[in-house]
């Protein structure tokens, strides 16, 4: 994949409040995750990221729906304020955009509890209904599950939103890290699936099994995603060594032509993750097919920055850069 000469790659210092949040991490003494079992990977994660918190809600409902793997619970949050976090007019019909949620944890970890804050964020802010999705997990479930199951919550959501306030011409996906990997497939499939989409969300997605980029040398050994995490996450992911060259499950090998029909972006960067260059590679392979691109990029962040807003007055206002970039695609 040629790179995006315009793309932004500068790393600043960290900011200070997200280098407390990652002492923090640090000092409670979690090893990288491709040291422990997959079970007490996935329990430590929850630890970490599953103790609630984030904007109150009018509405949070835990449903199941019918995926192809049986069961597929999804989470619906529709935020207090339809018009939005920061005081922006509702629409005519006062239905809400809808945001398919996938989070991250290479395909391996996470829940609908520790994508709740984020979810919660979201809704609050980008004023929308948001369908989080709790995507089958590999090893149990390797490729193609998440993927099927990432289409059939997409699916759903644009055939019943509107039972929930949701409006059907105004879905988008979104998702972190894996999370965003499974929306950058989604959105290239979306109109083999029926729907009609009007933008993705990718916040830091891992893309690209090839890790030889700049940002993965430079920041290796990040503290909260590793190179040998991403690695790790990636072997037990995909199926066999076939699947590095589909682009369902690898969307940074995807032939422009597969993505030109694929709906507005937006791609969120940070200077200290070890994604950041696939990520930013994949905004301008989505230029080249002819999609619009909005690429942010904050160079004093880590991976993980938007679940830091607590911590860091930088991860807040990067929260409200994103926030607005998803609203103006959904207006």
Request: some cysteine.
């Amino acid at each position: 994949m040629e790179r995006d000469p315009d793309r932004p790659g500068a790393t600043d210092d960290p900011d200070p409040g997200v280098r407390t949040a990652v002492r923090r991490a640090r000092e409670a003494g979690v090893p990288p995750w491709r040291a422990l079992s997959v079970s007490s990977a996935r329990r430590i994660e929850d630890e970490l990221f599953g103790a609630g918190g984030g904007p109150g809600m009018a509405l949070v409902r835990d449903l199941a729906i019918d995926g192809p793997g049986g069961d597929l619970p999804v989470r619906i949050y529709r935020p207090e304020r339809p018009s939005g976090g920061d005081g922006d007019e509702p629409s005519a019909t006062g239905d809400l955009p809808v945001l398919v949620f996938y989070h991250g944890g290479g395909w391996v970890l996470g829940t609908l509890d520790s994508a709740d804050d984020l979810c919660r964020h979201l809704a609050d802010r980008v004023g929308a209904l948001v369908v989080s999705v709790d995507y089958r997990l590999a090893p149990e479930h390797p490729f193609p599950a998440a993927v099927e199951d990432a289409g059939a919550a997409l699916a759903w959501a644009a055939e019943y939103a509107g039972h929930l306030g949701g409006d059907p011409d105004r879905i988008a996906v979104a998702g972190t890290s894996a999370g965003g990997g499974l929306a950058a497939a989604t959105a290239a499939r979306a109109d083999d699936l029926g729907v009609d989409l009007a933008a993705q969300a990718l916040l830091y997605p891992m893309l690209d099994r090839d890790t030889d980029t700049p940002s993965a040398r430079e920041h290796a050994d990040a503290p909260l995603l590793s190179l040998a995490d991403v690695r790790w996450f990636w072997d037990l992911y995909l199926r066999s060594p076939v699947d590095v060259h589909n682009p369902v499950a690898v969307p940074a090998t995807a032939p422009t032509e597969r993505l030109s029909g694929a709906p507005p972006a937006v791609v969120v960067t940070a200077g200290h993750d070890v994604l950041r260059d696939e990520a930013a590679d994949y905004a301008g392979l989505l230029r080249e097919a002819g999609v619009g691109v909005d690429h942010r990029h904050f160079p004093s962040m880590v991976h993980g920055f938007l679940s830091m807003t607590d911590d860091s007055d930088r991860a807040d206002r990067a929260m409200g850069s994103v926030r607005a970039a998803i609203r103006e695609l959904l207006s």
